[in-house]
């Protein structure tokens, strides 16, 4: 046993649970002149957890697989215009936030996705390559980025994911093997067997209000797919469809159509109001909105997007992304799970 132990000691085995874990936010407390396409950076670290994101480069690289979620907010620069792309490795577009108008004021403009990562995989901020735009921040700050990782792949080995741990099946002679990080004796089943349920999705084209005359209430439909654990959301018909009682976190952004007023509602069931985002300016310019918040759902509880459809409102989007929808379950229902806490 003393063999064992002292073995065990040489392999430098960190606390598995720390394994699986990744997650960032930094700000910035200075603003950006556009005139050179250029990846934003950070002065101010304020999560690293993993360190797999540099703050100097501005890049987040995945070290574990698996699904993502990454929200960040931009302060536009007085009399300048703002367009920041979140990209994946170096080219893919994933979502953005803009603000086409040249006002003198200042605001910001946040945006939010979830994407499914590979490892080596990196994520970082674009800003446009025009000295039209800039970004405005100081010591309040007003730039901030953050992600973290949501669920990890359950097809992958922990063991392959840090340098530190010895690699799967590896134990020594007369010893029992190592304790398994995934599995969670008290319930007897796998932590990859825990319920999931996850999506995000993205919209490339606007959709315009019509004075219809009709009471039906269309759900936002999506043409872009990024996650969808479980398949639980339809981006055909635009509705998630909950299969995991429990508490679950949903965000949106969308897009202002020029000389068009917005009004998206997050609804549930037939047509409860849950949340929503509303701007009756019709001026020609471009910006967006956003909303988020956690509701409790049942087996069964329907959650989707509602645009007005009346003349006079739409939403904007293009293959920039600026219409993206996401959600996930943040914590199943205790009742849910069969807690077993016999051993084999």
């Known amino acids: 046993m003393i063999s064992c132990l002292s073995s065990a000691v040489s392999l430098n085995i960190p606390p598995m649970s720390t394994n699986v874990r990744s997650g960032f936010s930094a700000t910035r407390s200075t603003g950006v002149l556009g005139g050179t396409q250029r990846v934003v950076t950070f002065d101010r670290l304020l999560v690293n957890i993993g360190d797999d994101f540099s703050p100097e480069t501005g890049t987040f690289r995945c070290r574990l697989p698996g699904a993502y979620y990454f929200s960040f907010t931009m302060g536009k620069f007085p009399k300048k215009m703002l367009s920041v792309m979140l990209v994946k490795n170096g080219m893919e577009v994933q979502a953005m936030a803009y603000d086409g108008y040249r006002n003198p004021g200042r605001k910001v403009q946040s945006q939010s996705v979830m994407i499914s990562l590979k490892a080596m995989d990196t994520v970082f901020l674009l800003l446009q390559e025009n000295p039209d735009y800039a970004l405005y921040s100081n010591v309040g700050p007003y730039i901030t980025f953050s992600g973290y990782l949501v669920y990890p792949d359950s097809t992958s080995s922990v063991g392959y994911l840090n340098n530190h741990i010895s690699p799967p099946g590896l134990h020594l002679p007369g010893c029992p093997p190592l304790i398994d990080a995934d599995y969670d004796w008290r319930r007897r089943r796998r932590i990859s067997e ?22 039906e209430r269309d759900a936002l439909t999506f043409d872009v797919e990024y996650v ?12 998630f469809t909950c299969q995991f009682p429990g508490a679950y976190y949903f965000a949106f952004t969308v897009g202002k159509h020029p000389r068009r007023a ?26 967006m909105q956003s909303q ?40 199943p229902d205790i009742e849910y799970i069969n807690f077993d806490r016999t051993f084999p």
């Open 194 to 215: 825990e319920p999931r349920s996850a999506f995000s999705v993205a919209r490339t084209t606007s959709a315009l209000g019509e004075s219809r005359g009709r009471k």
């Open 228 to 239: 969808n654990i479980g398949s639980h959301f339809n981006k055909t018909s635009g509705h």
């Open 292 to 331: 988020s918040l956690m509701l409790s759902l049942k087996r069964g509880d329907s959650v989707w997007l509602y645009s007005q459809q009346d003349d006079g409102f739409a939403v904007y989007s293009n293959q920039g992304r600026y219409i993206t929808f996401s959600g996930f379950l943040v914590y």
């Open 262 to 287: 917005v009004s998206v509602k997050l609804m549930t069931g037939k047509g409860e109001v849950r949340a929503m985002v509303f701007d009756e300016d019709i001026s020609r310019r471009r910006e």
